[in-house]
């Protein structure tokens, strides 16, 4: 359990932000490392989910991170640049 620990907040610091807070009140710090491991374990949540059960469940922040920017700039681009064939293969 140590070492999951550790990656827990190994991936917090690395991935959502968990040392950047510049508050000095305890209760916007503690807001903030709540809302930097909630993120966490929301993203790990989500991967859960789609995990298909075949394969040993493995977890990386930064795969789940590649995979939503990925999303974000398909919906973005795709639109923008009008094109009818790939509309057509995501549907």
Not at 33 to 43: K, Y
């Amino acid at each position: 359990m140590r070492f999951e620990i550790a990656f827990i907040f190994r991936d917090a610091k690395q991935f959502t932000g968990l040392e950047d807070c510049q508050a000095r009140d305890a209760q916007k710090l503690a807001f903030h490392f709540n809302a930097s491991l909630t993120a966490l374990n929301l993203a790990k949540l989500n991967a859960w989910q789609q995990h298909s059960g075949q394969v040993p469940f493995v977890f990386r922040v930064a795969s789940v991170k590649r995979r939503m920017l990925n999303h974000y700039l398909l919906d973005r681009f795709i639109p923008n640049l009008d094109l009818a064939i790939v509309r057509t293969f995501l549907r």
